[in-house]
């Protein structure tokens, strides 16, 4: 038995070992009392703790309240005579279970079982890894019960984990002191250890960790893939794994990409790894069939899924910054495959902030008139489109051109993507019926001036969105809907009042994301005279005057906007370098179809006309297609043709 302790308070004792053997024959070798006694008064026996007469009387005690219709535990009993204390119950509980309450004291801790636990982990979670032996690992934590943080440490440090309760107010002290004193990893001493065994370093921090085709050639060449199906268990390369799905993250971040696709196939088929990056998914990795359901249970490990579930779908988060990466959050998803298996994607919210509303690729025109009509103080203003499209980007740059100190603006998203200093910005949460609905009548309570809800989903959130413009709020929302005029028509199709609906309504930005051209490779070409009418034949199909004359206007006025001398025009195709990494296009832009409400659209909306009369209204309003905006970006050389084609073709 390890010698004990007494702490400040004489009536407080805990194990302290005085070398890390102790600790271990502590762990190893069951405590004097747990083999012998049969009920908790036994056990303070043993211990020293009361005497059998104590014992006896506290019986009696608890006999007499029994029969007066009480029911209360011995051992609260045993406090309430003074017997023991509440933190002497509490050990002799422990220690009769077979747990223990460990001071660290003078405890130096292994250097191999730091190295197994990063130091951002440790001080986060409260962990102080003490002692690696064997295929266990000794673990002093505030909570020795928290089976999440368990499962964790146990995927990370690839060992059966011991568990120890730390006495209160120790853990911290001990942790810095151990960490300060081990800044450097050991260096292993056998090729197992290089591969991953034993005591192999914790992941490197971002700069320094190894490349993800680095980490999938190690696991590759660790074990055979001629029988995937039996070695489907993986045990040396987890550690490897480990920081391999932190790389990829890393390099995800890196390139810009704003989804992660990890795709599983049965045996003997590989695992894919895919990223979305400028809208495109761009092929990245393949791993060993036989690291599918690993590489599936980490990533479940890290959002705080439930791994021993592969049947039904399951949504998480993972904050990256908790395994040592930048401030990224990912929003994970698991669905269930075929033969047992499961495709992950992770979508990347870097908390970004807002882009200045003039550089989301507003033409000059669009970017006044919607100015113009956000800096009214009531009224209705949607912004549309698929999936993916910037949409919300988009409503955080005018709400960016709106936030001041004489407004108060509320926002209801979900998730919330982009922060900014000055908004109180709401999470939703469905399951706790926390809607958008429930958000906005709680922010018409709480004196908005403006209020950003993050979509229209259903008929009661428009209703109740509609109401607050035509209230004195100025409301912004978002629409999947395909062009500013089918918005109208679909909200209609809802449910909503026309009259209230035609009266709130101020604008609606429809908008796509096309792929710019990358600037250090491009290539000009020049463009004849078919390119151009093919070029205004597109531009003019929208609308009711696409003759040859109309066509040849246009033609004229584009030579003297965007034509060399001579009227000239240069038009750009893609190239492929190391900048864009040879795909000729880096970043994307927008391109908006602004449709501002005049009397014409309301009457339209008044009369429910179909999204074909309304188009024919707005354009004759002055309104511009998303094609339209699409082509004269092609003529600016920011983009190019088949970009605007791919985006436009509704």
């Given at each position: 038995m390890a010698d004990t302790t007494t702490q400040d308070n004489a009536s407080s004792q805990y194990f302290q070992p005085r070398n890390t053997d102790e600790l271990w024959d502590l762990v190893t070798a069951p405590?004097?009392?747990?083999?012998?006694?049969?009920?908790?008064?036994?056990?303070?026996?043993?211990?020293?703790?009361?005497?059998?007469?104590?014992?006896?009387?506290?019986?009696?005690?608890?006999?007499?309240?029994?029969?007066?219709?009480?029911?209360?535990?011995?051992?609260?009993?045993?406090?309430?005579?003074?017997?023991?204390?509440?933190?002497?119950?509490?050990?002799?509980?422990?220690?009769?279970?077979?747990?223990?309450?460990?001071?660290?004291?003078?405890?130096?801790?292994?250097?191999?079982?730091?190295?197994?636990?990063?130091?951002?982990?440790?001080?986060?979670?409260?962990v102080l890894p003490l002692l690696a032996r064997d295929d266990?690992?000794?673990?002093?934590?505030?909570?020795?019960?928290?089976?999440?943080?368990?499962?964790?440490?146990?995927?990370?440090?690839?060992?059966?984990?011991?568990?120890?309760?730390?006495?209160?107010?120790?853990?911290?002290?001990?942790?810095?002191?151990?960490?300060?004193?081990?800044?450097?990893?050991?260096?292993?001493?056998?090729?197992?250890?290089?591969?991953?065994?034993?005591?192999?370093?914790?992941?490197?921090?971002?700069?320094?960790?190894?490349?993800?085709?680095?980490?999938?050639?190690?696991?590759?060449?660790?074990?055979?893939?001629?029988?995937?199906?039996?070695?489907?268990?993986?045990?040396?390369?987890?550690?490897?794994?480990?920081?391999?799905?932190?790389?990829?993250?890393?390099?995800?971040?890196?390139?810009?990409?704003?989804?992660?696709?990890?795709?599983?196939?049965?045996?003997?088929?590989?695992?894919?790894?895919?990223?979305?990056?400028?809208?495109?998914?761009?092929?990245?990795?393949?791993?060993?069939?036989?690291?599918?359901?690993a590489m599936v249970a980490r990533i479940k490990i890290m959002a705080t899924m439930d791994i021993a579930e592969h049947r039904k779908p399951q949504d998480g988060k993972i904050d990256f910054s908790r395994f040592g990466g930048p401030p990224v959050e990912l929003r994970v998803v698991t669905v269930p495959t075929s033969r047992g298996l499961e495709d992950v994607v992770l979508r990347l919210l870097a908390g970004a902030k807002p882009l200045p509303l003039e550089n989301i690729g507003l033409n000059p025109s669009n970017l006044q008139a919607l100015r113009a009509m956000v800096q009214k103080p009531y009224g209705l203003v949607l912004v549309v489109g698929p999936t993916g499209c910037g949409k919300t980007t988009t409503l955080h740059s005018v709400v960016r051109d709106l936030n001041t100190s004489s407004r108060k603006i509320w926002t209801a998203e979900d998730p919330i993507e982009i922060t900014q200093s000055g908004l109180r910005q709401v999470q939703m949460n469905a399951r706790i019926g926390w809607t958008f609905a429930a958000a906005m009548r709680t922010f018409l309570r709480a004196d908005p001036d403006v209020i950003m809800i993050g979509e229209m989903?259903?008929?009661?959130?428009?209703?109740?969105?509609?109401?607050?413009?035509?209230?004195?709020?100025?409301?912004?929302?978002?629409?999947?809907?395909?062009?500013?005029p089918e918005s109208i028509a679909r909200l209609l199709e809802i449910g909503l009042d026309p009259f209230n609906f035609s009266d709130s309504l101020l604008a609606i930005l429809a908008q796509r994301l096309v792929r710019r051209l990358c600037t250090q490779c491009r290539q000009p070409h020049a463009a004849d005279n078919d390119t151009l009418q093919a070029m205004a034949s597109q531009y003019l199909e929208s609308s009711a005057a696409n003759s040859a004359e109309a066509r040849d206007a246009l033609i004229t006025r584009w030579r003297k906007t965007y034509g060399k001398e001579g009227g000239a025009i240069t038009l750009w195709r893609r190239q492929g370098c190391e900048q864009c990494e040879s795909h000729g296009y880096k970043g994307r832009m927008g391109i908006h179809e602004l449709m501002l409400s005049d009397e014409p659209i309301r009457q339209h909306i008044r009369h429910r006309s179909s999204a074909t009369e309304i188009r024919l209204s707005a354009l004759a309003a002055g309104m511009q297609t998303l094609r339209q905006d699409g082509i004269e970006k092609v003529l600016q050389g920011l983009t190019d043709m088949s970009e605007v084609t791919a985006a436009t073709n509704l």
């Open positions: 405590h004097p009392g747990v083999g012998k006694a049969h009920h908790l008064g036994e056990a303070l026996i043993n211990a020293g703790m009361i005497q059998p007469v104590d014992l006896m009387q506290s019986l009696k005690a608890q006999q007499g309240e029994r029969d007066r219709g009480r029911q209360r535990p011995i051992g609260q009993i045993f406090v309430e005579l003074g017997l023991v204390s509440q933190d002497q119950l509490r050990q002799a509980i422990a220690a009769w279970l077979g747990e223990y309450v460990v001071h660290p004291g003078h405890l130096q801790p292994d250097p191999v079982a730091v190295a197994l636990v990063p130091r951002s982990v440790a001080e986060r979670e409260s266990a690992l000794v673990v002093l934590m505030a909570d020795p019960s928290d089976r999440t943080l368990l499962d964790e440490l146990r995927f990370l440090s690839q060992r059966r984990l011991v568990p120890l309760q730390a006495a209160p107010g120790t853990l911290m002290p001990a942790i810095a002191k151990a960490y300060s004193v081990h800044t450097d990893p050991p260096k292993p001493a056998t090729a197992a250890s290089r591969n991953g065994n034993g005591g192999a370093p914790p992941p490197a921090s971002a700069a320094q960790r190894p490349s993800s085709q680095e980490l999938v050639s190690n696991l590759s060449s660790m074990a055979p893939d001629s029988d995937a199906v039996a070695t489907d268990v993986v045990t040396e390369s987890d550690n490897t794994l480990v920081r391999l799905i932190n790389s990829i993250i890393d390099e995800a971040i890196a390139h810009r990409a704003s989804d992660i696709h990890i795709e599983t196939e049965p045996a003997p088929g590989n695992v894919r790894v895919r990223l979305r990056i400028d809208g495109d998914l761009v092929p990245y990795l393949e791993l060993p069939a036989r690291f599918r359901y989903r259903d008929e009661e959130t428009a209703r109740i969105a509609i109401e607050a413009s035509l209230t004195g709020h100025l409301v912004l929302s978002t629409l999947h809907t395909n062009s500013a």
